[in-house]
């Protein structure tokens, strides 16, 4: 994300800066004319009234031109990104006619933009500052935003009213508004909900619905819709100084001055005066937008724009924060009930952002945002630089369904048993909020649905949820009759009608809709998909041409050096790419390899499961000695599409190799790897041959990969396979670890284990290790020193910084770092090297006879205790090792027999730390 300006910039010009953002306006008198008398004008200097309007414009010009140097800072730039547009002609204008007049000119011209992009989606050329939203919500900048997902997917109840046909939505969204305003209650914050609706008929149908209906009491009358073709009035309710302004829908169109009454209302809604506690709009209010008290986002549009600004935008509705920033400020959260954009915005778009999305646990270590770039600074490029080929689609979609009939549709579902018809849908729903950057859980609740209460809307509703899925349009009219007859006919285990009291609970239910997509998806691709073989298009992309972009370091997901990459690092996910980039950094017949990461990144296009088009990311590009590449695939858990994604990669391949360079898909399965005993990449890809031949030759897939999976959720659940550890560590030992140390233990187990045989660093496997046990120290301080700290700052000061009088001068250093740093453990969580603070702690319980008040004397007492020196032994042995071989890397870690031994030290240093208290 750009650096932005909060608001929108209204002109001043003062000592030779000039910052606005509606200049063009000053030279656009033709307008203005048309405007009421009397009306005034403050887009830049003084206030003025229509009457002298061109006159000051006139006026304006000529004292920005007086100036010799002008700079222009310019807020929401991604407006002006067309260089015909008028504000780049009344920049142009500035220019020239200083030059003209004074010999001087533009100094600078400085875009801010949350969402840097032109109207293709596209980043900027001339973005040359970026601050990642990760950094943000890490620095307290920002709200922490999560993701509000339910036990089981929000479906979409088949009706054509909104207010209804998003029920499990806007009842999550409001039981979570509901909490987060008790949680702000007694700080005298308000709270508001945020709807983000499809198009002006949901949001007024929602918004009657808020401000009418019961089952939304806390809504009723308090609910605000805002969009572009509202109609209505602005009403004064009450009497004297309980008087309120509030807005009227009705048939009549809006008047200007309502329309700037409005406009009034919506920037007061933070106000606790303001009587409205939610907003239901489509458009994003875009500029002037500075609203931030929004807790809970319920976004209902589709998000098809393949800019993908819209979804960021409804994010940042509600990411201002309502108490001032600073990682010692409130932790302020906002919750975004689960929509599919978003979990395609935040593994996808967001990617670049630096937003881990991983799922820890709640004790989790805090990941750190990282750029990955070409690194020109170290590296030659030119010698590490890989081609990629650009290649057409290997499926092309056709714009009509023709051919389908009911005999197709029996024909389709011969495969499946009837359904019972009638029986009560599931009304109980549990909810749980996750972190949409950690994906850790952090609240949860249980909400009653009510039932389906008519089958009014259902097949239309039908329809549009498969022109959705196969990004198609006009298919009602040959689909509406199939899907009618298919619930009266075909899918019960008797015949129904659309009416029928039996049929209209069921209408709901999970299995109905996942039978409809199983059965029609199939059949509309069979129809309008087709095969095509693809073809270079363009000259091959360079990766040393791509872009800056960020990711998450962190020890699931850590950012690795290596010297034959032209990147600055390799990003990795899972254990099995941290052991295949060491691998391939040392293989001998390697001349260089990249991670295929970032919004550049090569994506193969394939049918899924369904018939559903989709994407697939390899993993690796590797560049061999003899000038042929590998297309590499490391795969430690299958999915369902697995055998998809290697024909599409392989068809890729093929049609990218050309006489004087050839490509290979490598598909590297974990066992494979683990048993591989050779240290090149051509002897891995012939032992990995045979088991990405038999993925290939799989003749039923259907019986192996059953079509009846939920089609709406993206990408299929996958199965991961569990790491053979134990014969590094017993089960007891891992069962009583917590669950994300057991995680990283198991990690850093599993990728001893690849890495066992091959002769290489084993440093990478204790960094899966060492954010749990820096979280393992940290947890054992505070469970000894914090009941102990005083409560209030000014004790806590003095607690901290202790009288040191008495003590040598030259110790006094040792033990004023150590002060506070148990300051920014204890008080911030945040302290520096916990393992080695903790080390600190323990020998200056058992072995310093200095006598120190404040928080050493509680040290004192809560490390000398029994068994004090053999756990003081333990952490300075971890201590001491993971400085000389994993965070400094004074010796490189080559002994297998070593690292094994130290590893189980690790593990039961973890479990003895964890544990005590």
């Known amino acids: 994300m750009s650096v932005t300006l909060q608001g929108e910039a209204s002109g001043a010009a003062t000592g030779g800066i000039l910052y606005l953002t509606n200049i063009h306006r000053l030279f656009d008198t033709s307008k203005r004319q048309k405007k009421k008398d009397g009306e005034t004008y403050a887009w830049m200097g003084p206030a003025v009234s229509k009457a002298s309007a061109l006159d ?25 990104w067309d260089p015909d547009s008028a504000w780049n002609e009344a920049i142009r204008y500035l220019h020239e006619t200083i030059q003209a007049r004074t010999g001087g000119g533009l100094a600078a011209q400085l875009d801010f933009s949350a969402t840097p992009k032109d109207n293709k989606g596209q980043y900027f050329k001339h973005i040359i500052c970026d601050s990642p939203l990760g950094e943000a919500v890490d620095g307290g900048i920002v709200k922490t935003p999560i993701i509000g997902k339910a036990d089981r997917r929000l479906e979409e109840q088949p009706d054509d009213n909104a207010a209804y046909r998003f029920e499990r939505h806007l009842r999550l969204g409001y039981e979570r508004w509901k909490a987060s305003r008790e949680e702000w209650r007694k700080s005298g914050k308000k709270t508001l909900l945020f709807v983000m609706c499809e198009d002006t008929e949901a949001a007024d149908q929602i918004a009657t619905r808020f401000n009418t209906d019961e089952t939304f009491k806390e809504l009723n009358g308090t609910t605000i819709n805002l969009h572009t073709n509202l109609k209505g009035k602005i009403k004064k309710v009450g009497r004297g100084a309980a008087a309120q302004e509030v807005f009227v829908e009705d048939e009549k169109a809006i008047s200007d001055e309502d329309l700037k009454r409005l406009r009034k209302l919506s920037r007061e ?58 990682t010692q400020g409130a932790n302020e959260l906002v919750t975004v009930v689960d929509h599919p954009a978003f979990a395609s915005l935040y593994q996808q778009e967001l990617a670049q952002e630096g937003l881990p999305i991983e799922m820890v646990d709640v004790d989790r270590v805090p990941a750190t945002t990282i750029s990955i770039y070409p690194d020109e600074g170290r590296k030659d490029l030119r010698e590490l630089d890989i081609l990629v080929p650009k290649l057409t689609a290997g499926h092309r979609m056709l714009a009509k369904l023709e051919g389908l009939i009911i005999d197709d549709v029996r024909q389709e579902f011969s495969k499946y048993k009837p359904l019972p018809l009638g029986g009560k849908g599931k009304t109980d729903i549990d909810y749980e909020g996750r972190h949409l950057f950690t994906g850790e859980v952090v609240e949860r609740m249980k909400i009653n649905l009510p039932l389906l209460e008519s089958g009014v809307g259902a097949v239309s509703y039908f329809v549009k949820q498969l022109q959705q899925i196969c990004k198609l349009r006009g298919l009602h009219a040959p689909l509406a009759p199939l899907i009618q007859t298919f619930l009266e006919e075909i899918l019960f285990e008797r015949k129904t009608d659309l009416y029928d009291p039996a049929l209209i609970p069921r209408l709901g239910d999970a299995d109905v809709g996942e039978h409809i997509r ?17 073809t270079p298009t363009e000259e091959p992309m360079s990766l040393a041409h791509w872009k800056p972009y960020q990711v998450t370091h962190s020890e699931r997901r850590p950012a690795l050096e290596a010297g034959r990459t032209l990147f600055n690092l390799v990003s990795c996910n899972r254990e099995l790419e941290v052991a295949m980039s060491r691998f391939t950094d040392r293989a001998p017949d390697v001349a260089a390899f990249a991670k295929n990461g970032g919004p550049q990144c090569l994506r193969i296009d394939y049918l899924a499961a369904g018939g559903r088009l989709a994407f697939y990311t390899p ?177 806590q000061r003095a607690w901290f910084d202790p009288y040191l009088g008495d003590v040598d001068y030259k110790a006094r250093p040792q033990y004023q770092n150590m002060s506070k740093n148990l300051k920014k453990t204890l008080v911030f969580q945040a302290g520096f090297s916990p393992l080695g603070l903790l080390r600190s702690c323990m020998d ?74």
């Open 269 to 326: 809604l933070d106000s606790n005066s303001s009587p409205f506690n939610c907003i239901v709009s489509v458009l994003m209010l875009r500029e002037g937008w500075d609203v931030r008290n929004v807790t809970t986002i319920v976004p209902l549009r589709p998000y098809s724009s393949k800019a993908n600004i819209l979804p960021e935008q409804t994010l940042g509705r509600g990411l201002r924060r309502m108490t001032p920033p600073g």
């Open 844 to 917: 200056y319980a058992l072995n310093d006879t200095t006598k120190i008040g404040g928080v050493f004397e509680y040290v004192k007492a809560g490390f000398k205790v029994q068994g004090g020196r053999e756990m003081l032994s333990m952490v300075t042995s971890i201590n001491d090792f993971r400085n000389t071989y994993v965070a400094h890397q004074e010796k490189e870690l080559t002994d297998a027999g070593l690292a094994e031994k130290e590893l189980r030290s690790w593990i039961n240093g973890l479990k003895t730390l964890s544990s005590s208290h």
């Open 518 to 534: 199983a059965v029609f998806v199939p059949l509309i691709r069979a129809r309008t998909t087709t095969v095509e073989v693809r």
């Open 619 to 795: 993993d690796f590009f590797i560049r061999g000695t003899d000038g042929n590449y590998y297309l590499v695939e490391t795969k430690g858990r299958e999915d369902q599409d697995v055998p998809r994604k290697a024909r599409a990669a392989v068809a890729w391949c093929k049609s990218a190799s050309n006489p004087s360079c050839q490509w290979e898909y490598l598909y590297v399965p974990q066992g494979v790897f683990e048993r591989l005993s050779g240290d090149s990449v051509g002897e891995l890809a012939r032992t990995c041959a045979p088991a990405l031949q038999n993925l290939l030759t799989e003749e039923d897939l259907a019986a192996r990969y059953p079509l009846f999976v939920p089609l709406m959720t993206g990408e299929a659940e996958e199965v991961e396979k569990a790491p053979e550890i134990k014969s590094l560590v017993d089960a007891a030992t891992l069962e009583a670890l917590p669950p994300r140390y057991r995680k990283a233990v198991e990690q850093a187990v599993t990728l001893f284990l690849f890495l066992e045989t091959k002769g290489m660093n084993y440093a990478a496997v204790f960094n899966a290790l060492l954010g749990s046990m820096d979280e393992a120290a940290k947890g054992l301080m505070l469970r000894r020193l914090q009941p102990n700290m005083p409560p209030t700052a000014p004790e």
């Open 56 to 80: 000051t414009g006139a006026e304006l010009r000529d004292r920005i031109t007086a100036h010799r140097r002008v700079m222009v800072l310019n807020d929401e730039a991604h407006h002006i």
